[in-house]
């Protein structure tokens, strides 16, 4: 168990990562856990005792988390609570490990009332995709990018294997494959010794002397370009380029300078262009996932103008790898990347999840020498990694013209 000591907050996080090589017949599973194990335990047998339970602990609350990470599927569960420093009650300590421990470790064969109702409503999330746009398009566009690697698939899997589980199969796959899995807890806070002592007798529950490590795959493919209609007035286009860079790579740096000053925040080229001086589009961004190898681009604009928008993002991604960013531009970018690493550290959420990542990719590296990293990139930095950028994926999902001509 990890201690993140930090008398800053007055609340206490305590993140429990579950980690599962990739398997594509267990995600079903997974999603459907991730939500059952949140909604009732032995001593709260109902959703609304459970919320009860929540609110009489002065409002603890738990948040969850479904993502892929290298050859990882990862579940994150984090429980956020007062801190027992501040409350006068005996029990308060006792109750809260108590409830931790039942939510993941002490489950008998789930109960089927529970269980059905936590199928009817992953499957009506997922029958309903398509109202939530943005999310929909995601998931299409990566499947077009990824094709048949796991990275391709929702967070659900499959709705057709999700209506094949039933109760039994998710408790097997709970008591054996999720029981196997390497579980990693981590606390932040202002932790108390009482608290600390009280919290370590869950750690008999973690994945001792597990080695962590990510192998990120290089998954590549030809060029190919999609297009799909949907009831909407407007368009979104994706474009998904492999970026062969890792966390640990001299040029990591430098490629998530690259993508800010490209389209990651307000004054990059992509959003000065496209939304501010031609009027496309309502938003532009630039994300490099280091975790995928890629570097994705996203806008959402005028249905009219689709095309119009296309080409010019394309062009001007085009120029930017022939021209390379100004010092300027650079600069720019360093000082906003420089900016967000800092305001950062006044964000409790971030400390936990910081901490996991710089265990599993093995890097330990201090505040000043990340800082430092960012200062000694140069514009030829960039142009190294603006040469490794390949385009492999466009995918536009749009209103159908026709159907507004006519309104």
């Not at 109202?131 to 566009?141: H, L």
């Not at 262009?273 to 190898?293: C, M, N, P, Q, W």
């Not at 994705?296 to 930017?320: P, R, S, T, W």
């Amino acid at each position: 168990m990890t201690f993140i000591q930090d008398d800053t907050f007055k609340t206490i996080h305590v993140s429990f990562y579950f980690l599962e090589k990739l398997k594509k017949d267990t995600i079903p599973y997974r999603f459907l856990l991730t939500r059952l194990l949140t909604s009732y335990t032995k001593s709260y047998p109902t959703k609304k005792q459970l919320i009860e339970a929540f609110a009489n602990l002065y409002g603890m609350y738990v948040s969850n988390q479904v993502f892929m990470l290298g050859e990882y599927q990862i579940l994150r569960f984090t429980f956020v609570l007062p801190n027992p420093k501040f409350i006068d009650d005996q029990n308060y300590i006792n109750d809260i490990v108590s409830l931790l421990k039942e939510t993941f470790f002490e489950r008998e064969m789930f109960e089927p009332s529970q269980f059905n109702e936590v199928k009817r409503f992953c499957l009506e999330y997922i029958q309903t995709r398509k109202d939530r746009k943005f999310e929909y398009a995601k998931e299409q566009f990566m499947a077009h990018t990824f094709l048949n690697h796991p990275y391709g698939l929702p967070i659900y899997g499959t709705q057709d294997t999700i209506k094949s589980i039933d109760v039994e199969d998710l408790y097997n796959y709970y008591k054996g494959d999720f029981k196997d899995n390497i579980l990693k807890i981590y606390v932040s806070g202002d932790i108390s010794d009482q608290f600390r002592h009280a919290l370590e007798s869950i750690s008999i529950y973690e994945t001792q002397d597990a080695t962590l490590e990510v192998n990120i795959p290089n998954i590549t493919k030809p060029l190919t370009n999609h297009e799909e209609e949907i009831s909407m007035h407007q368009a979104m286009i994706f474009l998904g380029f492999s970026l062969p860079i890792e966390r640990k790579d001299k040029l990591y740096t430098a490629s998530q300078l690259a993508s800010l000053i490209l389209g990651g925040y307000p004054e990059s080229i992509l959003f000065k262009r496209i939304r501010e001086t031609l009027g496309l589009a309502y938003e532009v961004d630039s994300h490099f996932e280091y975790d995928k190898k890629y570097l994705f681009i996203y806008a959402g604009v005028n249905l009219e103008q689709k095309d119009y928008a296309f080409d010019e993002m394309i062009e001007i991604i085009n120029n930017f790898q022939f021209d390379g960013p100004s010092e300027k531009e650079l600069s720019d970018a360093k000082i906003y990347l420089k900016s967000q690493i800092l305001s950062s550290l006044d964000q409790q959420q971030s400390l936990i999840p910081r901490k996991f990542l710089s265990d599993l990719y093995q890097v330990e590296q201090p505040l000043e020498e990340t800082l430092s990293r960012i200062d000694r990139v140069t514009v030829e930095d960039i142009r190294q990694v603006l040469q490794k950028l390949e385009l492999k994926t466009t995918y536009t999902l749009m209103g159908d013209q026709n159907e507004y001509q006519d309104l």
